[in-house]
C-alpha cells in the first residue's frame, strides 16, 4: 500500500477523496488565489501594526521578516522545486515508487535543516542586529520569528511533493490557513502587549511570533491533504493505473541528485529577498551621510512595511506560474514532446506580459492613493512607486527561471542569477550615496533587467518562444497610454476630494477611479492596436477569452478577417 493510504475500521482502504491532478492554467490560478489571499493577509497584518509602532519598531519587524524568509530559503535549499521536477519526472516515467523515496529523504533534510537554521536565526539574532544591520531593536523580533524554521522547511518540502504531482489545491490552501493564523495571533500579541505597556522592540517581537502559531496550521492541512492524496494512489493501484514498485535507491543518491539540482535553484529562489534584505541590512552604511539617524529609521519603516508588502502584490501571478509551470514543462521534456514545451512556454510568458505588467504599472501610477488608503500616512509613496515599477522585470525574471528549470538546465538561471547580483552590488554602492533608498532600488531593478534578458537568450537556444512576436511596438504603445490614464485619474480625483471627504475615503474613490479606466483603456487598446486579434484567443485560458471576445468588434476589420 502506498503511503498516505489511510484503511477503514475492517481494514480495508477508504474510498478515495477525488483529489485530481490540476491543469497548468487551474494549478496557476489555485496558487495565484492562495498568494492574494496571503499577500493581502500580510498587508492586513502590517496595518495595525503601523498604527500603534514608531518607525524603529517597523524597521525592526521589516528586518526581522526578511532575514527569517532569507534564511528559510537557505534551509530549504530549492529543494521543494527540486522536488517538484524530480517528483513529476518519475511519475512520467512510471517511477511511482522511487518519487516516493525521493520525498521521504526530502522530508528527512527538511526536518535536519529546520533544527539547524532555527537556532542559527536564534543565536546570531542580537550581533545581526546591533552590529551589521544596525537597526538593534529588531534583535527579539529576530529571535521570535526563530522557531518558525523548525517547521517550514518541513512544510517546504510537502507542497514540493504536491507540485511535482501537479495538485495544487494543498500548497494553496496551507498557505491561507498560515496566513490567517500568523495575522490574527501575531497582532493579538502585539496588541497584548501593548496593553501590558512595552515598546516597540516587544511589540515587534509579539507580531512575529504570529510565524510560529501559522507554521502549526500550515503543517496540519498538509498532513491532512497527504492522507488524501494516499486514498487516491490506493484507489489508482486498485485499479491497475498505478504501481508503486519498491525502490531501494539510496539517499546518498537522492541527495546528490537534489542538492546539484537545488544548489543552483536556491540562488535564484533567494534573489527578492536578499535583495529586500541587503538594501534593509545596508542602508544606513551605504547611503553614508544621505540620511541621520532618525530619517533612516522612517525610511526603513516605509521601505519594509509599506514598500515590500505593496510590491508583493503584482508579481503573485508570476509566483503561481513559477510553481505550476516546473512540473508541467518537465513531464513534457522528459518525454522529449517539444511542441508541448514550446506551446506552454509561450503561453506562459503571454499570461505574464498581459497580466503582470499593467498589475505593476497600475499600483505604481496610484502609489500615494494605495498608500494613504492602506496606511497612517503617505511618507515614503516614492519608494512604494519605484519598488513596485520594477516587480514588471521581477516578474519576468521569475518566470524565465522556472522555464529553464524545466529544461532541466538550472545552472544557467543560477550564472545569470549571479550576474544580476553583481551589477545589483555595483549599482547599489555606487548610487546609494547619492540617492539612498532610491539608488539602492534602482540597483534592484538592473538585476531583474539584466537577469531576464540573459534568460530569454538562453530560453530561445532551446525552444522558439514566442510571446508577442511582432506586435511589441502596439503593446508598448498601450501600456505608456494605460500609465499615462491611470496616474492623470488618479492625480485628478485624489486632488478633487482631498479637501471635500475624509482623507481615506478620498484615497478609496481615486485608486478605484485610476484601477477602473486604467484597465478599461489597457484591454481596449490592446484590442484597437492589434497586440490581441481573433486568432490569437484560441491559446487564451478561458477568463482571458471570455474577456476579449466581446471587444473583437472593436478590431479592425482586416484583423477580424
Not at 518519475?90 to 526530502?106: D, F, M, S, T, V
Not at 522528459?334 to 506562459?348: D, F, G
Not at 529544461?407 to 539612498?436: C, D, E, H, Q
Request: proline fraction near 4%.
Amino acid at each position: 500500500m502506498p503511503p498516505f493510504c489511510a484503511k477503514s475500521d475492517d481494514g480495508e482502504d477508504e474510498a478515495p477523496f477525488m483529489l485530481k491532478k490540476d491543469s497548468l492554467i487551474k494549478g496557476t490560478i489555485i496558487l495565484a488565489v492562495a498568494a492574494l489571499v496571503a499577500r493581502v493577509l500580510g498587508i492586513f497584518q502590517r496595518v495595525p501594526l503601523d498604527y500603534v509602532m514608531g518607525s524603529a519598531g517597523g524597521a525592526a519587524l521589516g528586518l526581522a521578516n526578511q532575514f527569517y524568509l532569507w534564511l528559510l530559503i537557505i534551509a530549504t535549499g530549492g529543494i521543494p522545486s527540486a522536488i517538484s521536477r524530480m517528483v513529476s519526472e518519475r511519475h512520467a516515467l512510471g517511477k511511482a515508487g522511487e518519487a516516493q523515496r525521493i520525498y521521504k529523504a526530502a522530508l528527512l533534510f527538511g526536518a535536519v535543516a529546520g533544527v539547524i537554521m532555527a537556532a542559527v536565526l536564534y543565536f546570531i539574532a542580537p550581533w545581526y542586529s546591533t552590529h551589521l544591520s544596525r537597526f538593534p531593536l529588531a534583535d527579539k523580533a529576530i529571535q521570535a520569528i526563530a522557531p518558525a524554521l523548525l517547521l517550514f522547511p518541513t512544510i517546504a518540502m510537502m507542497r514540493g511533493y504536491f507540485q511535482g504531482r501537479q495538485m495544487m489545491a494543498a500548497g494553496g490552501m496551507s498557505q491561507i490557513v498560515e496566513q490567517i493564523l500568523r495575522v490574527l495571533l501575531g497582532v493579538g500579541l502585539a496588541f497584548l502587549v501593548v496593553s501590558w505597556g512595552y515598546g516597540d522592540r516587544w511589540i515587534a517581537a509579539a507580531a512575529s511570533a504570529g510565524s510560529v502559531f501559522g507554521g502549526v496550521g500550515a503543517l496540519a492541512v498538509m498532513i491532512w491533504y497527504g492522507r488524501k492524496l494516499g486514498r487516491m494512489d490506493a484507489a489508482e493501484v486498485r485499479a491497475g493505473r498505478m504501481r508503486f514498485e519498491k525502490s531501494n535507491l539510496p539517499f546518498r543518491s537522492i541527495y546528490k541528485e537534489i542538492f546539484t539540482m537545488s544548489l543552483p535553484i536556491v540562488v535564484t529562489a533567494m534573489t527578492v529577498n536578499l535583495l529586500y534584505l541587503f538594501d534593509s541590512s545596508f542602508l544606513v552604511r551605504l547611503s553614508g551621510d544621505f540620511y541621520t539617524a532618525l530619517l533612516a529609521d522612517k525610511v526603513a519603516d516605509a521601505f519594509s512595511m509599506k514598500a515590500v508588502s505593496l510590491a508583493g502584490i503584482p508579481p503573485i501571478l508570476a509566483i503561481a506560474l513559477s510553481s505550476s509551470i516546473i512540473p508541467v514543462i518537465s513531464s513534457a521534456f522528459a518525454v522529449r514532446n517539444m511542441n508541448e514545451v514550446t506551446r506552454q512556454s509561450s503561453l506562459i510568458m503571454r499570461i505574464v506580459v498581459f497580466t503582470g505588467v499593467p498589475a505593476a504599472l497600475i499600483m505604481t501610477v496610484a502609489a500615494e492613493s494605495l498608500t494613504g488608503l492602506v496606511f497612517e500616512n503617505v511618507y515614503g509613496v516614492g519608494i512604494v512607486a519605484l519598488l513596485t515599477a520594477g516587480t514588471i522585470f521581477q516578474i519576468s525574471m521569475m518566470t524565465s527561471n522556472s522555464i529553464l528549470y524545466g529544461f532541466g538546465t538550472p545552472r544557467i538561471p543560477m550564472n545569470n542569477t549571479l550576474i544580476g547580483l553583481a551589477v545589483k552590488l555595483v549599482a547599489s554602492v555606487a548610487l546609494a550615496p547619492l540617492l539612498g533608498i532610491y539608488g539602492m532600488i534602482l540597483g534592484s531593478t538592473l538585476c531583474y533587467i539584466v537577469i531576464t534578458v540573459l534568460n530569454l537568450r538562453a530560453i530561445r537556444q532551446v525552444v522558439p518562444v514566442r510571446t508577442l512576436g511582432g506586435k511589441w511596438v502596439g503593446y508598448i504603445a498601450a501600456v505608456i497610454a494605460t500609465g499615462a490614464v491611470g496616474f492623470g485619474i488618479d492625480y485628478g480625483v485624489r486632488t478633487l476630494l482631498l479637501d471635500a471627504m475624509p482623507h481615506k475615503l478620498a484615497y478609496l474613490f481615486s485608486c478605484c477611479a485610476a484601477g477602473a479606466a486604467a484597465g478599461i483603456v489597457y484591454v481596449v487598446l490592446l484590442v484597437l492596436l492589434r497586440v490581441v486579434q481573433p486568432s490569437d484567443l484560441s491559446s487564451f485560458p478561458g477568463p482571458l477569452r471570455k474577456l476579449f471576445r466581446p471587444l473583437m468588434r472593436l478590431a479592425p476589420a482586416s484583423a477580424r478577417g
